[in-house]
């Protein structure tokens, strides 16, 4: 049965999707479009390189792999989850894929593929026992990241993995990596994204993830079976975590060392939550979360760029994310009086 079939009146948690599903441009959006805007005419006044090709090319690549990681955990929190393992599924693939490089020099595509089959498995563990096990995901996932980061690591045998050759260049920064100026990397999270919110809004499997988010016993007496989609939402972000292990990878240098991924998973919640999607479930876009990932390297790229010490970049993010999830909460309040 449809949950847009048969709403559940006088219920807004997790049945009337036509009362939570974004429209086409959330306000939220529009204000980061100004602040990003804004921060981009700003750091061209200050440091006249930066709407260099020079400076921005990078820029998009390092936003790739935190928009497309961010993609598969906008659908977790609106599902109501959380995963915090992000960092060492990255850990995983990479580390398996640049060591299965370094051995074998397999072709891109194998190489990918490999990549994103290990982060598929990682997420499906995730997915499966918190459906499953109906544990809270902040506990599970915070579990499995010490444990993928303790793969990771025994994988790394205490040395980097050096002379990884240019195999996965296609993402990288250089001049293989780059059609008319534009990264790879960039063009493929721009496609993901597009994808991403057709599917949210105009799939059914989409938009009953905003019914599971909202309220998931509403949504199972409607219907909806709520552990495979739990499970698949989980499973995606691990998929798009090999994938930006290989874009890890490819904008490195020949060698790799044991801090790949390190903090990478609060750079996409921060881009998820920057983004307008709800950390209390329900609610979310993907176009606000690439948004968010621009934000947060135009934040990070400009405190370097303008000379200031690196830890500022953390403070901004900050005050950023407290601001974002300030205003979700006082609209959450608003809706709920209403």
């Known amino acids: ?15 009337d999707l036509r009362r939570i599903l974004p429209p086409m441009v959330t306000g939220q959006e529009i204000v980061l479009l100004v602040v990003i805007g804004a921060l981009w005419a700003l750091l061209a ?61 397999v072709p891109l595509l194998v190489a990918v593929a490999m990549a994103m089959a290990i982060g598929l498995v990682l997420g499906a563990v995730n997915g499966a026992l918190i459906a499953y096990g109906k544990v809270h995901p902040i506990i599970i996932t915070f579990g499995t990241a010490n444990l993928f980061q303790f793969i990771g690591l025994r994988v790394f045998d205490s040395s980097t993995v050096n002379g990884i050759p240019a195999t996965l260049a296609f993402f990288g920064r250089g001049a293989a990596g780059q059609t008319f100026g534009v990264p790879h990397s960039f063009v493929i999270a721009v496609v993901v994204v597009v994808a991403a919110w057709w599917f949210l809004r105009y799939t059914r499997p989409g938009r009953n993830l905003y019914a599971i988010g909202g309220n998931a016993n509403a949504a199972r007496l409607a219907g909806i079976n709520v552990q495979p989609r739990l499970v698949s ?49 329900g609610r979310g876009s993907v176009i606000g979360t690439l948004l968010g990932a621009i934000l947060v390297q135009t934040v990070i790229t400009g405190v ?27 609209r959450e309040r608003a809706r709920r009086r209403t």
């Open 1 to 15: 049965m449809s949950v847009i079939e048969s709403p559940a009146r006088g219920d807004r948690s997790g049945v």
């Open 45 to 105: 006044v200050f440091t006249p390189s930066f709407l260099t090709p020079g400076s921005i090319g990078p820029l998009l690549v390092q936003v790739s792999p935190i928009a497309l990681i961010g993609v598969g955990m906008t659908c977790v929190i609106i599902t109501a989850g959380i995963d915090v393992s992000v960092a060492g599924m990255i850990m995983v693939s990479a580390v398996i894929t640049a060591r299965t490089l370094v051995a074998a020099d």
């Open 233 to 281: 939402v989980y499973a995606a972000t691990g998929l798009f975590s090999g994938l930006a292990a290989c874009m890890v990878i490819a904008t490195g240098t020949s060698t790799l060392d044991q801090s790949v991924g390190a903090g990478k998973e609060l750079q996409v919640i921060a881009a998820v939550v920057i983004g307008g999607t709800s950390i209390m479930g």
């Open 304 to 330: 370097t760029q303008l000379g200031w010490p690196s830890q500022l970049s953390y403070l901004f993010v900050g005050v950023f994310i407290i601001v974002a999830v300030g205003t979700d909460l006082i």
